[in-house]
């Protein structure tokens, strides 16, 4: 007991920076090509007037998360275990396959996105890009440890940074792109509506929900001295504030880049008129004022960059998801010969993911509607997060507090309106 309560002391004295950890990797890969599409395209035909949406998200995304890190950290099961104790297989079973179905979309989008990325920068068939990415991505699950391999990966990521040296340098408006974002004028027409819901959904996806909760119980196992909270409530108050630390400056990034992804795209390409993007070549444009003719090679970086962090992230959780599911032995933890099973249901995924972004669809709107797709289908999984994370017989003690209780369930009923509104504006 002096032991824990030493480590309690030494944790709550450390600089902030290393607490950070599960919450920061889940949203660096929020940024994927899924959101570098969807940001883009919403800057360029809405101009500032859609940059309200990710100030919206960020506390909403934060609760949500905060809840799904919460049951991992608590129980040390992953999402699905905790559902299956909890609610009929069938009602568990038909949301697992809502992932699957979000997740298999979004890779194929986001394989595509960045084999077209490839082939505008060298030339070549993007069908080859597509089976190198998808093939590479696989390898380095399958034999690099994942942390060692996200470390990799975070600096390629960096590339996102020159859309903030985009806001910077194009001459943006900034009393108007600030009042827009306080007070948008809001279109309601089906394209505004629409993509106000696929913001929402590649801000607020449903496999960013399994993948924190997966890491939190990965860390369990990590740390020697960490135990699930249920069995060493001591250890609470220091876990908990690390988890609500990381969930915010990791989604504090993501929606920081996305706000820019939006600034930069409304002063650069619907400035000039170009209120629709349907190629990474336009995409690129964006970049222009501060790339000048890089400015397709740093676009590429970033979308392969984010893909390749945002890859094992939608695998991995549903591979985590249905191993669970099922009750085979799972982790990325786990060299391939002790999970089997779990690696076999990570190469589907992927293999499903490339067969679709092989099919030559269009990657920018590819992208676009898996975002829209993810928002319709996180509904029911965020309100089973919910429900489960203030759940005395699961949480014991730790069930969440009033305030994110409420953070969590606005932003289930943010995605529900949302959802409801696009679907009555497509029918109208």
């Not at 090509?33 to 940059?51: D, K």
């Not at 249920?230 to 108050?237: H, I």
Request: charged share 10%; proline share 4%; hydrophobic share 50%.
């Amino acid at each position: 007991m002096h032991e824990e309560a030493q480590r309690e002391i030494t944790l709550a004295r450390q600089p902030w920076w290393k607490a950070l950890g599960p919450g920061l990797i889940t949203g660096a890969a929020d940024d994927d090509p899924s959101g570098i599409a969807t940001y883009s395209q919403g800057g360029a035909q809405f101009g500032f007037n859609i940059a309200w949406t990710v100030v919206l998200t960020y506390p909403l995304m934060v609760g949500i998360q905060v809840a799904s890190a919460r049951i991992g950290r608590v129980t040390g099961k992953g999402l699905t275990e905790v559902f299956a104790q909890l609610y009929p297989r069938g009602i568990v079973g038909a949301l697992i396959a809502l992932l699957v179905i979000a997740n298999v979309v979004n890779l194929g989008a986001d394989i595509s996105a960045m084999a077209e990325s490839a082939a505008l920068v060298t030339g070549g068939g993007s069908l080859w890009y597509a089976i190198a990415f998808a093939g590479i991505s696989l390898g380095l699950q399958v034999w690099l440890p994942y942390a060692r391999y996200v470390r990799i990966l975070k600096w390629l990521t960096l590339s996102l940074l020159a859309y903030v040296g985009v806001a910077c340098v194009a001459h943006v408006d900034w009393p108007r792109a600030l009042a827009s974002t306080v007070w948008p004028h809001v279109q309601w027409t089906s394209d505004y509506v629409t993509t106000v819901v696929a913001i929402l959904g590649t801000t607020i996806s449903p496999y960013l929900f399994f993948w924190q909760a997966a890491q939190e119980v990965e860390e369990i196992h990590r740390v020697r001295e960490d135990k699930p909270l249920r069995q060493a409530p001591e250890q609470a108050r220091s876990r908990l504030r690390r988890i609500r630390l990381d969930t915010a400056v990791g989604m504090g990034f993501s929606n920081l880049i996305a706000f820019f992804m939006i600034v930069a795209t409304a002063a650069t390409l619907h400035a000039q008129g170009i209120t629709s993007i349907d190629s990474t070549a336009q995409a690129a444009k964006a970049l222009e004022p501060i790339a000048g003719h890089a400015a397709t090679g740093l676009f590429a970086a970033g979308v392969i960059g984010t893909g390749l962090l945002a890859l094992p992230v939608l695998a991995g959780s549903s591979a985590y998801a249905i191993a669970s599911m099922v009750g085979v032995r799972k982790g990325l933890d786990h060299p391939p010969s002790q999970a089997k099973a779990f690696y076999g249901i990570l190469a589907t995924a992927m293999l499903l993911g490339l067969g679709i972004g092989a099919c030559g669809l269009n990657p920018i709107r590819a992208l676009y509607w898996s975002a829209v797709i993810n928002a319709v289908i996180s509904v029911p999984i965020m309100v089973a997060v919910m429900l489960t994370s203030s759940n005395p017989r699961v949480m014991g003690s730790s069930v969440l507090t009033l305030k994110w209780k409420v953070l969590g369930w606005i932003a289930t009923l943010s995605m529900g309106c949302a959802s409801l509104a696009m679907l009555t504006a497509q029918l109208h």
